[in-house]
């Protein structure tokens, strides 16, 4: 077998490894339910009833709850101890030392549960399933729970939760302490959910913490109408506040820390405004004067739909805010209409992925130290982000201050629907449209104070719509669409279908995340890679390798006597070496990989004039003249403005025909060269005989 032949066989190899890597995207996880369907929106956000309690909870020790009221007000001391007097009198039909027995109790709608200061770690509830119970046949979730039917959670309700409100009616549970940590309900790391409310329209939670938990501390599910009022939620292995299928929806004054997703989570909300564009006509829940921080993320919600979160703060979690449409099972996908507006949005740096690294998040979740700051994260998320929106649409966000970010203050990528588990073809670019952010602070705190992000903005490059203020400092790509000053007014727009190639490539690895079998990708800096460690890098480097040994051996086979061949090889090597450079720079966007596909812009150019002038394989060499000119495009299109009306970059186009340049390139430069034909000579004249023949 010839090299040439060999050359060109290992060169199909690595393309075709690289092209398998691109496709193959790892499977993803993240909470699973029952299937559900979203409320019919016939209800309301319940308001606080300030009357007496019809239901008393307390624990019977006098001494204790006097140590716990001691600080108090005169006059809220003086109302604690007449409830107490109530809950504790012998014989009493109100009063119960368990908040799951005062839930039983209710009969009603419209009761009120006042919960007395103390620790509730409800012991009746915590024991392990028994019997009938522990023999319950129901699907397993990927991380290894059981996906219950409400009837067989009405059937064992402490099977999962340690206080399970099932069907309850406009309920309100309320702590009657001078804070939200006076009552404290410890699941002990025993039960999934700390509270869970299913299917209870109109509930409202008020002034008490839920805590410890191997899922989340605080559940409402399928209800239309709840209140999150003053209440704290931390250290779970998932969530603080998980909402999920649900409408008329209020979270206020809630704080939430020390969880291994997120603290605050709106997932599935009711999809009431999906079709319309930036007007609608309400939200189906408002989030407002909450702090979520050292979480793995302060806000998520995978469907995340129509939610209206104002005037929060989410601070020193792995990132401040995420909605995705990346999860299969949730109602509601594609994710559409969030609006965030004044939010402090800053100092998301942590980066909890040690713990998964040195063994920790591997124990027992009591043995992990969530109370001592560890955080498990349970998915894969760029560490260093402001807000982070994996393919949603139609999202607002304005008059926020993001800063102090060192990866990004906005992060925006489309997810192709076969992730979420649809495979019409149509469907696999419906994300990652309409996205507006608009006259947000970037860089600086409220007092004006100099705190920038390392980039204002990622954007893998897919969706239409999509606009940025004018004032972005540095981004990746250079060239952003423009917001107008009414929503929906854009400069600039773009319609790609597909985004880069080398981002779609670093999200691909980096998506390759699992908790449980501790597996951190490789290549992907979010879990530290840096340098040629990076899979950009190596990429970039591997691409660069090939080009540079094709590049050579043309120019030495073929055009080693062309003057502006020399120039221009040596203005491709100089490209391809900076355009590594440039990778290893991927988290501060530079002028550097733009400069480098000029430079290996002007290099396939002037390749393809010395062929062209050489006489050697003409449409090879304006084959190689294209090539050139869509570098040069595409270093415009990174650099100066993103060319608007094409479906998919310049990069594919020039990366695929680079595919068959190069096993072109090869084929020319090993062929042999004609041997030149040597000058014809005259025949010599043909004897003739003589007069007088032979002698």
Known sequence: MSWTRRLVLALSAVLAALAAALVAAPAAQAHEERPVTLPDGSGSVPVLRTGEPDLLVCKADRADFERRIAAFPAELKARNRALFARCAAPGSRQGFRHLQQAVDAVDRPGMTIAILPGLYEEEPSLPAPTGACAALKAPRSSLGYQILSYEQQKQCPHNQNLVAILGKKNLQVEGTGASRLDVVVDAKYTKLNAIRADGSDGIYFRNFTAQRTTFNSLYILAGDGFVIDDVLTRWNDEYGFLTFASDHGLYKNCESYGNGDSGIYPGSASNINDGRGYDVPRYSIEITGCRSHHNMVGYSGTAGDSVYVHDNEFDHNMGGASMDSAFPGHPGLPQNHARFERNLIHDNNQNYYRHVADGTCAKPPVERGYEQGVVCPQISMPPGTGIITAGGNWNLYENNWVYGHQRAAFYLNAVPAFIRGESAWGKQTDTSHHNRYAGNHLGVDRSGASRPNRTDVWWDGQGSGNCWQSDSGAASPSALPACGAARGEVSGDTRRLVGEPVKLAQLLV??????????????????????IQRVETQLTLGVAAVLALVGTLLWWRRLRGSRLAAVATGLGLAGLALDVAGSTLALTP?????????????WWTGIGLALRAGGTRPVFAWTTVVLGALTLLDAFDKAVLMIPWIPVGPAWVRGLLAVVWVLWAVIVAGARTPAPTPPSTPAAPAATATAGGAA
């Open 590 to 602: 530079t002028a550097v990989p733009a400069l480098a596909l000029l430079l290996t812009g002007l």
């Open 510 to 531: 980096c998506a390759d995340y699992n908790v449980q079998a501790r597996r951190l990708p490789a290549g992907c800096d979010w879990y530290g890679a840096r340098g």
